[in-house]
Nanobody, 126 residues
Framework: VQLQASGGGLVQAGGSLRLSCAAS????????MGWFRQAPGKEREFVGG????????YYRDSVKGRFTISTDNGKNTLYLQMNSLEPEDTAIYFC????????????????????WGQGTQVTVSS
């Protein structure tokens, strides 16, 4: 499966963006999926994920209540709605997918994922 992330940009603090991750090559309906980010000089970190079955979601503490993951199976697309953005959210955001996961588990480590998108830059100005 190929993943294409888009939707990044420059936004002021307090603003919103919606990232998209379009999957091609195979339907992602049975894939666990996640969003990760990497800021300059920092390691990649888990942002949020959704389970392969049951649409369970889980987020890192710093984005809980501000970010929401959703899917559109008809469009084979994963979304990350980001509200109340903060300068600390500035990073390159990556989507990832894997068919290898327990049915209702949300995978929080990058090594658990098999497929990655190319990343989209999100910059939040103060």
């Amino acid at each position: 499966v190929q993943l294409q992330a888009s939707g990044g940009g420059l936004v002021q603090a307090g603003g919103s963006l919606r990232l998209s991750c379009a999957a091609s090559g195979r339907t992602f309906r049975d894939y666990a999926m996640g969003w990760f980010r990497q800021a300059p000089g920092k390691e990649r970190e888990f942002v949020g994920g959704i389970s392969r079955i049951g649409y369970r979601t889980y987020y890192r503490d710093s984005v809980k209540g501000r970010f929401t993951i959703s899917t559109d199976n008809g469009k084979n697309t994963l979304y990350l709605q980001m509200n109340s953005l903060e300068p600390e959210d500035t990073a390159i955001y990556f989507c990832a997918a894997t068919p290898r996961s327990p049915a209702t588990a949300v995978l929080t480590t990058g090594s658990a994922y098999d497929y990655w998108g190319q990343g989209t830059q999100v910059t939040v100005s103060s």
